[in-house]
């Protein structure tokens, strides 16, 4: 009978984490379909909407690779409060002041909360399931941030089908969501600190083999980047914005559908087949936005998803983990500085290419590009294999 009410409250924690951990990423891409028109209001181009979207990476990449030692000194339970509590005043912030400058505050206070979860999240749910087996926390970790990564987006996308409008009802309905979270996640046990005089700071490192899986995950959420930010501008000019958060949720969630395949292969196996589905994928959606045939736009950002959440990020970070032996959280702190910079950069070069030359031709450039990294990126994992 006691081990029955432990199991009961042990899953209910894992649940209640798992929970919070949704509202968290569910808040990164709430406001994803409002781009376009928050540029338009504000008299801005697609350049501008891609800095305030790369404000994210700003919050993220300080926090992930230098404050990498903060749980051991407060604990997982604060970290994760934060987070909740920085993922509604940044949706609070849209509502108050719905413009791009409000939008790029909103995503670096974004960026610090997916940072600090991302520090402690698979740890404090290992913690909470206590169980000698990882597996399980990690599929509540990848099942439940998967999902918000896209929801939000999608949520949006079915109010704005209803009433257009910069404010609507899904940034309401996600501060209740928000605050509930931030109740339950109070009621969850935690580790106290555990090693007060740890170095925060955690600089990242390359192990031997290790840089050509940072590449693909560099080119992958490149991708993911561009889908989020810039496509619902090249759906615009064919009416069908209202359908990007849709395009947002199937390249960010639809990917976990595809990590119980992914787990099979060696790592470098199934970073290569990532990499080869890629570029196929990039040109489906280009091609879909580009002649405004909706339904190749969101094949394509599956079969993206695949590549990007499934093969390559898990094969990927495998890799890289295996690589590194002693050093595995420098080396994992790499992996995600190009991560991060692939999420930023390109989406940047390309936002300013559409307002100086035209989306034709700036999408094409990126998929030159993007064609471009993934050979070398196969040829060095290839090298790797030999």
């Known amino acids: 009978m006691k081990r029955a009410l432990n199991r009961t409250i042990t899953q209910r924690s894992a649940v209640y984490l798992a929970f919070a951990l949704c509202m968290i990423t569910t808040a990164v891409n709430l406001q994803a379909p409002l781009y376009d028109a928050l540029?338009?209001?504000?008299?801005?181009?697609?350049?501008?909407?891609?800095?305030?979207?790369?404000?994210?990476?700003?919050?993220?990449?300080?926090?992930?690779l230098g404050l990498n030692g903060l749980a051991d000194r407060v604990g997982r339970k604060p970290l994760i409060i934060a987070a909740l509590l920085l993922s509604l005043m940044a949706t609070a912030m849209i509502l108050i002041a719905p413009n791009l400058v409000?939008?790029?505050?909103?995503?670096?206070?974004?960026?610090?909360?997916m940072g600090l979860t991302s520090a402690v999240a698979p740890a404090y749910m290992q913690l909470l399931v206590d169980g000698d087996d990882n597996r399980l926390a990690t599929n509540y970790v990848t099942a439940s941030t998967s999902l918000g990564f896209g929801l939000g987006?999608?949520?949006?996308?079915?109010?704005?089908?209803?009433?257009?409008?910069?404010?609507?009802?899904?940034l309401w309905i996600y501060l209740v969501a928000a605050s509930l979270a931030l109740m339950v996640v109070t009621t969850l046990e935690d580790s106290p600190p555990s090693d007060t005089h740890r170095s925060l700071l955690r600089l990242p490192s390359y192990p031997r083999g290790a840089f050509a899986f940072g590449l693909a995950i560099l080119l992958a959420w490149a991708t993911v980047g561009l889908v989020i930010a810039i496509l619902p501008s090249a759906l615009q000019r064919h009416g069908l914005s209202a359908w990007s958060g849709f395009a947002t949720f199937g390249i960010c969630s639809c990917g976990v559908l595809f990590q119980p395949w992914a787990r099979r292969f060696a790592p470098r196996r199934a970073t290569?087949?990532?990499?080869?589905?890629?570029?196929i994928a990039y040109a489906l959606i280009a091609w879909g936005a580009l002649q405004g045939y909706l339904a190749a736009v969101l094949l394509g950002t599956v079969a993206a998803s695949s590549a990007c959440y499934g093969?390559?990020?898990?094969?990927?970070?495998?890799?890289?983990?295996?690589?590194?032996?002693?050093?595995?959280?420098?080396?994992?702190?790499?992996?995600?500085?190009?991560?991060?910079?692939?999420?930023?950069?390109?989406?940047?070069?390309?936002?300013?290419?559409?307002?100086?030359?035209?989306?034709?031709?700036?999408?094409?450039?990126?998929?030159?590009?993007?064609?471009?990294?993934?050979?070398?990126a196969l040829v060095l994992l290839r090298r790797a294999l030999t």
């Open 39 to 64: 540029a338009a209001r504000d008299g801005l181009g697609v350049g501008a909407t891609t800095l305030a979207f790369a404000c994210y990476v700003a919050g993220v990449l300080p926090v992930l």
């Open 102 to 113: 409000a939008l790029g505050v909103a995503r670096f206070l974004l960026g610090i909360s």
């Open 153 to 170: 987006a999608a949520v949006t996308s079915l109010f704005l089908f209803h009433t257009p409008s910069v404010s609507p009802p899904s």
């Open 311 to 376: 093969f390559i990020y898990l094969g990927g970070l495998s890799g890289v983990l295996a690589a590194a032996d002693a050093s595995a959280p420098e080396a994992s702190a790499g992996y995600f500085l190009m991560a991060y910079v692939g999420f930023s950069l390109p989406v940047i070069t390309t936002g300013a290419l559409i307002d100086a030359v035209g989306h034709t031709l700036a999408l094409t450039l990126f998929g030159f590009a993007l064609l471009g990294g993934v050979i070398t």
């Open 272 to 279: 290569l087949l990532g990499l080869v589905i890629l570029p």
